[in-house]
């Protein structure tokens, strides 16, 4: 499974858009980019995933180059809910649907 | 409410007894999964199942025990051959079969052993 990199943590206010980047130079062919967030004790909860390109839902956006070797999880207008650590992880498309989680990045967002 | 239940919320335990966590869910999917979280960590995989009566172990199996007898559940043991059994557990499930499936979870048992 391919290792990802990003950020420790990061901090921002309330109202700003927050961009979390991670890096996965060894990305497979066949493997998709996957963001989870997780509040303390708390399960993960799924929040994007793409091929490449952009991708958007009613929560995130994510960008994804050419080359596929980052991704950038971009959160606009943050609010203090969106305090929470944000996972990274790529994700094999084949059977067993299996992901690595890393540290991941904490946000702590300010009033 | 479709959802992934565990209980309980808060386990404590003496060193030397095993101890089992439940985990059961009712989105219909095959594939199920335990993960131990310790402070300030990432998850790590302790053990999959994708289909009835059918388990590997994960990254981290060592210490504990699974069984998939129903699709809906899957319990964990944690037996006294787990050397540092305290931390937080989370159960997730998700589709199976080819392809890259979001995986739901549960809200975790935080296991404490003395």
């Known amino acids: 499974l391919a290792k990802t990199t990003q950020p420790i943590s990061m901090d921002s206010y309330e109202g700003q858009e927050v961009n979390i980047t991670c890096s996965h130079n060894?990305?497979?062919?066949?493997?998709?980019i996957t963001w989870y967030q997780q509040f303390p004790s708390q399960g993960p909860r799924f929040i994007i995933q793409?091929?490449?390109t952009k991708v958007t839902n009613e929560v995130a956006s994510l960008f994804i180059p050419a080359d596929r070797k980052s991704s950038t999880l971009s959160l606009p207008r943050v609010s203090l809910s969106d305090t929470a650590v944000y996972y990274c992880?790529?994700?094999?498309?084949?059977?067993?649907?299996?992901?690595?989680f890393g540290g991941g990045t904490r946000l702590m967002v300010k009033p | 409410d479709g959802g992934i239940t565990q209980s309980p919320k808060y386990l404590f335990r003496k060193e030397g007894q095993n101890v089992t966590l439940s985990c059961e869910q009712n989105?219909?999917?095959?594939?199920m999964y335990w993960y131990r979280q310790d402070p300030g960590q990432g998850l790590r995989l302790i053990y999959y199942?994708?289909?009835?009566?059918?388990?590997q172990k994960g990254d981290i199996a060592e210490g504990y025990s699974v069984s998939r007898e129903k699709k809906e559940s899957f319990p964990l043991t944690v037996t006294s051959a787990q050397k540092n059994p305290t931390a937080f557990y989370l159960c997730?499930?998700?589709?199976?079969?080819?392809?890259?499936?979001?995986?739901?979870f549960g809200p975790g048992t935080r296991l404490t052993v003395t």
């Open positions: 992880l790529v994700a094999q498309n084949n059977a067993g649907n299996m992901l690595t």
């Open positions: 060894n990305i497979a062919t066949n493997d998709y």
């Open positions: 997730a499930s998700s589709r199976s079969g080819q392809g890259t499936y979001e995986q739901y």
């Open positions: 989105l219909n999917h095959d594939a």
């Open positions: 793409g091929y490449k």
């Open positions: 199942s994708q289909i009835v009566n059918d388990f």
